[in-house]
């Protein structure tokens, strides 16, 4: 069993920054992919950013240039760095996580989401 758990989200004031961070455990051999998406109230969730193993990132147009992915393959940990935040970044954001576990079977898991309020 694997779970994934998101932290540090918060309320903030535009321009700020936040670090979320999210924390894979349980039978893990490997995590391919790793990526955050967001999802606003009234709204579809949408892509934030991903990032595969080797390390290659992709991001939404609406956060290139101030949003950066990481990952710590060792620790099994992924991180969002979010700078210059603005209202419209408001959303829950929850991190997802494409796993091969010790039994080899590779499978999609999500976390619980986190809140991330940008105040004008």
């Known amino acids: 069993q694997v779970q994934l758990v998101e932290s540090g989200g918060d309320l903030v004031q535009a321009g700020e920054s936040l670090r979320l961070s999210c924390a894979a455990s349980?039978?893990?051999?490997?995590?391919?992919?790793m990526g955050w998406y967001r999802q606003a109230p009234g709204k579809q969730r949408e892509l934030v950013a991903t990032?595969?193993?080797?390390?290659?990132?992709n991001y939404a147009d609406s956060v290139k240039g101030r949003f950066t992915i990481s990952r710590d393959n060792a620790e099994n940990t992924g991180n969002l760095q979010m700078n210059s935040l603005k209202p419209e970044d408001t959303a829950v954001y929850s991190c997802?996580?494409?796993?091969?576990?010790?039994?080899?079977?590779?499978?999609?898991?999500w976390g619980q989401g986190t809140q991330v309020t940008v105040s004008s």
């Open positions: 349980g039978s893990i051999r490997s995590i391919v992919l």
């Open positions: 990032i595969i193993s080797g390390g290659v990132t």
């Open positions: 997802n996580a494409l796993i091969l576990d010790t039994g080899n079977t590779v499978t999609m898991y």
